[in-house]
């Protein structure tokens, strides 16, 4: 068969023929806009356009596009150890990333599992779980989420994830899970008591949550103390606690990762999109020893029988383990701590000045700004695809919530270019 890549200006086109993109309704958008070239917080356009990416394009990079670390590191392990099966097989950069990964994650954490990308890294978390109880031949079923959550798509990701029109074509393949509400700053004592309430009935075996900030419900963040008091109950009781740090980790919040501000630390965290810098897709699902213990069996049928064709594939490693040089050096904790100041002043201006806004939030280097506009808060709020294109044709890429705009930015990003999407912002609840 004849084929040849199709000239610049006929991408588009080609893209419309034969590309399905995600997240995206196929009536009523405009058509996505060609990338040529990346660096930085940058994004340029075939048709000459810079886009500013104040959302780490899906929150996935760190230290800025094409950062020539990690692309060098890639290269590199490409030429040399470019992807081995990972059963009966190992190899230096996804050993080497383990032992870093368990240097920096919560003291507890004793193992590291690979996998592919966010959804499968909270798939394998619960499967973990599921068969801790069923190798120690204990039935407690139940797993209880909260309101508003998202863990991927996947079909067990989904069924712990908020049932909305999202997901209302997959609701009668989902498995059943429990909700709570989310706790915000009224409910707190309500909220607590029915999550004591439904473990009273000890049939609940685990508890996934993310941990101090919903992502994609509007980057809703809720009490540290809080979540605390709930991970010290469930595991007094034998519940299974687990930290869906996919978008937490590696620096958002502050922190290296959102649960180092408890005191009770989950017993598995999963872990993706910043892992390796945004620059390959990576998932992680780290547990206890204890976890692995009910594994640990002459009984092959206590295997954990779960892996990806691509588990721990060495090239993404070596990316992982570049970004965390970068992550871990002395320069980036002082970009996330300016980020922070920045949004803390920002955030502290629409408080004071009288500004369409109903709720401003920062936590780490996330901001989020509620707009005020009646109607709830949902991803399907009106407001979405006019804010979305307001920004875009302002050069700027951000995708809100909603009606929740918000700042996710790479580390690398400048006060000036940060104050290009304050200043987009503020035009908007002007
Ligand atoms: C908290 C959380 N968990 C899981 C996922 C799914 O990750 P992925 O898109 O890599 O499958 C996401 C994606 O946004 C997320 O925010």
Same mark, same amino acid.
């Given at each position: 068969?004849?084929?040849?890549?199709?000239?610049?200006?006929?991408?588009?086109?080609?893209?419309?023929?034969?590309?399905?993109?995600?997240?995206?309704?196929?009536?009523?958008?405009? &058509?996505?806009?060609?990338?040529?070239?990346?660096? @930085?917080?940058?994004?340029?356009?075939?048709?000459?356009?810079?886009?500013?990416?104040?959302?780490?394009?899906?929150?996935?990079?760190?230290?800025?596009?094409?950062?020539?670390?990690?692309?060098?590191?890639?290269?590199?392990?490409?030429?040399?150890?470019?992807?081995?099966?990972?059963?009966?097989?190992?190899?230096? &950069?996804?050993?080497?990333?383990?032992?870093?990964?368990?240097?920096?994650?919560?003291?507890?954490?004793?193992?590291?599992?690979?996998?592919?990308?966010?959804?499968?890294?909270?798939?394998?978390?619960?499967?973990?779980?599921?068969?801790?109880?069923?190798?120690?031949?204990?039935?407690?079923?139940?797993?209880?989420?909260?309101?508003?959550?998202?863990?991927?798509?996947?079909?067990?990701?989904?069924?712990?994830?908020?049932?909305?029109?999202?997901?209302?074509?997959?609701?009668?393949?989902?498995?059943?899970?429990?909700?709570?509400?989310?706790?915000?700053?009224?409910?707190?004592?309500?909220?607590?008591?029915?999550?004591?309430?439904?473990?009273?009935?000890?049939?609940?075996?685990?508890?996934?949550?993310?941990?101090?900030?919903?992502?994609?419900?509007?980057?809703?963040?809720?009490?540290?103390?809080?979540?605390?008091?709930?991970?010290?109950?469930?595991?007094?009781?034998?519940?299974?606690?687990?930290?869906?740090?996919?978008?937490? @980790?590696?620096?958002?919040?502050?922190?290296?990762?959102?649960?180092?501000?408890?005191?009770?630390?989950?017993?598995?965290?999963?872990?993706?999109?910043?892992?390796?810098?945004?620059?390959?897709?990576? @998932?992680?699902?780290?547990?206890?020893?204890?976890?692995?213990?009910?594994?640990?069996?002459?009984?092959?049928?206590?295997?954990?029988?779960?892996?990806?064709? +691509?588990?721990?594939?060495?090239?993404?490693?070596?990316?992982?383990?570049?970004?965390?040089?970068?992550?871990?050096?002395?320069?980036?904790?002082?970009?996330?701590?300016?980020?922070?100041?920045?949004?803390?002043?920002?955030?502290?201006?629409?408080?004071?000045?009288?500004?369409?806004?109903?709720?401003?939030?920062?936590?780490?280097?996330?901001?989020?700004?509620?707009?005020?506009?009646?109607?709830?808060?949902?991803?399907?709020?009106?407001?979405?695809?006019?804010?979305? +294109?307001?920004?875009?044709?302002?050069?700027?890429?951000?995708?809100?919530?909603?009606?929740?705009?918000?700042?996710? &930015?790479?580390?690398?990003?400048?006060?000036?270019?940060?104050?290009?999407?304050?200043?987009?912002?503020?035009?908007?609840?002007?």
């Amino acid at each position: 068969m004849n084929w040849t890549a199709p000239v610049a200006e006929q991408v588009l086109q080609a893209d419309a023929q034969a590309v399905w993109h995600p997240f995206t309704p196929l009536y009523g958008l405009r &058509p996505p806009l060609e990338v040529v070239r990346t660096e @930085g917080a940058w994004l340029y356009t075939a048709d000459g356009r810079q886009i500013l990416d104040a959302i780490s394009s899906w929150w996935v990079n760190l230290h800025g596009h094409s950062h020539p670390y990690i692309a060098q590191a890639i290269s590199e392990q490409a030429a040399s150890l470019a992807h081995v099966i990972f059963a009966g097989f190992t190899h230096q &950069p996804a050993v080497t990333l383990a032992e870093r990964l368990l240097r920096i994650l919560p003291p507890n954490m004793a193992k590291i599992f690979y996998s592919d990308n966010g959804s499968t890294a909270t798939e394998v978390a619960m499967k973990m779980a599921f068969q801790y109880f069923y190798n120690l031949e204990i039935y407690k079923p139940k797993i209880i989420a909260i309101d508003g959550a998202y863990h991927g798509d996947t079909f067990g990701a989904m069924s712990v994830g908020d049932r909305s029109p999202f997901n209302a074509p997959f609701q009668p393949y989902l498995f059943e899970a429990v909700f709570i509400p989310f706790p915000d700053q009224t409910n707190q004592e309500k909220v607590f008591q029915e999550f004591a309430d439904i473990i009273a009935t000890g049939q609940v075996g685990a508890f996934i949550f993310e941990p101090l900030v919903q992502g994609a419900s509007g980057m809703r963040m809720y009490s540290a103390s809080l979540l605390d008091k709930m991970i010290a109950h469930a595991q007094q009781h034998g519940v299974i606690c687990i930290a869906d740090e996919v978008m937490t @980790g590696f620096g958002r919040t502050g922190k290296l990762f959102a649960s180092l501000y408890l005191h009770h630390y989950p017993d598995i965290i999963c872990l993706s999109k910043g892992i390796t810098g945004g620059f390959l897709p990576l @998932g992680v699902t780290a547990c206890t020893q204890r976890i692995q213990n009910a594994y640990r069996s002459p009984e092959l049928m206590k295997t954990f029988f779960h892996g990806h064709s +691509y588990t721990a594939n060495p090239i993404a490693c070596a990316a992982a383990n570049a970004s965390l040089d970068l992550l871990l050096s002395q320069q980036c904790s002082s970009a996330i701590a300016r980020i922070n100041h920045s949004h803390l002043q920002f955030a502290a201006k629409l408080q004071q000045g009288s500004y369409a806004v109903r709720n401003v939030r920062v936590l780490g280097t996330i901001l989020a700004v509620e707009i005020d506009r009646s109607g709830e808060t949902s991803y399907f709020h009106e407001a979405r695809n006019n804010l979305y +294109y307001h920004f875009l044709d302002k050069n700027l890429l951000m995708r809100p919530l909603g009606n929740v705009v918000y700042i996710l &930015p790479p580390y690398c990003i400048t006060n000036q270019e940060l104050a290009l999407a304050y200043q987009a912002i503020l035009e908007i609840v002007e």
